[in-house]
Nanobody
Framework: QVQLVESGGGLVQAGGSLRLSCAAS????????MGWYRQAPGKQRELVAT???????NYADSVKGRFTISRDNSKNTLYLQMNGLKPEDTAVYYC????????????WGQGTQVAVSS
């Protein structure tokens, strides 16, 4: 069983920065994609950024140039550095792990709240 635990959320003023972390525990394939998703009140969950175990990244247009996703495979930890935060970045941020080899696992964390004041 895979467990994902996010941390690092909080309240910050517009223009500020936060760093989210997601620690993964359990047994899973090293060939995987980890990512950050977010869900604002009344909206659907949306992709923020993903990173493959090999290091390639993908970002939503709305965060390009402001957010940086990274991972430490030795620690099974995912990060999201968020700079230049805007009020529209306010959401619950979720960590996701999707394995690409058997057994296929698609696991979510419990979420961490990010609130950006104007």
């Amino acid at each position: 069983q895979v467990q994902l635990v996010e941390s690092g959320g909080g309240l910050v003023q517009a223009g500020g920065s936060l760093r989210l972390s997601c620690a993964a525990s359990g047994t899973f394939s090293r060939v995987n994609i980890m990512g950050w998703y977010r869900q604002a009140p009344g909206k659907q969950r949306e992709l923020v950024a993903t990173i493959r175990s090999g290091g390639s990244t993908n970002y939503a247009d709305s965060v390009k140039g402001r957010f940086t996703i990274s991972r430490d495979n030795s620690k099974n930890t995912l990060y999201l550095q968020m700079n230049g935060l805007k009020p529209e970045d306010t959401a619950v941020y979720y960590c996701n792990l999707l394995t690409l080899q058997w057994p296929i696992i698609n696991s979510w964390g419990q979420g961490t709240q990010v609130a950006v004041s104007s």
